[in-house]
């Protein structure tokens, strides 16, 4: 069965910093395109990083510098580093896997596998 588990969200000040997790299972992320989304309430999904299967990372203007996405294709795990965290990255947060093989970042509508979503809060 193919899952995605995160953890790591909660509750944090201005200007602190939080490390979400994305666990895989029933596939291995080796050769996946993988992404962070989030979802603040009355917005629209965004992307905040993406690593495409072939392609550099990718970050969203808004956290570029302050957030940091790695992959440990030993632990089948994802991580989002988050620092210098600002009330407007208070979101629910999602990790998802695409199967696509491209230098680019796949569309969300691309990505088959997502997580049970994760919430962040940054305020004081």
């Known amino acids: 069965q193919v899952q995605l588990v995160e953890s790591g969200g909660g509750l944090v000040q201005p200007g602190g910093s939080l490390r979400l997790s994305c666990a895989a299972s029933?596939?291995?992320?080796?050769?996946?395109?993988v992404s962070w989304f989030r979802q603040a309430p009355g917005k629209e999904r965004e992307v905040v990083s993406c690593?495409?299967?072939?392609?550099?990372?990718y970050y969203a203007d808004s956290v570029k510098g302050r957030f940091s996405f790695s992959k440990d294709n030993a632990k089948n795990t994802m991580y989002l580093q988050m620092t210098s965290l600002k009330p407007e990255d208070t979101a629910v947060y999602y990790c998802?896997?695409?199967?696509?093989?491209?230098?680019?970042?796949?569309?969300?509508?691309?990505?088959?596998?997502w997580g049970q979503g994760t919430q962040v809060t940054v305020s004081s």
């Open positions: 998802a896997a695409s199967s696509i093989i491209s230098t680019q970042c796949p569309t969300p509508r691309e990505f088959g596998a």
């Open positions: 690593i495409p299967s072939r392609g550099d990372i």
């Open positions: 029933g596939f291995g992320l080796g050769d996946y395109a």
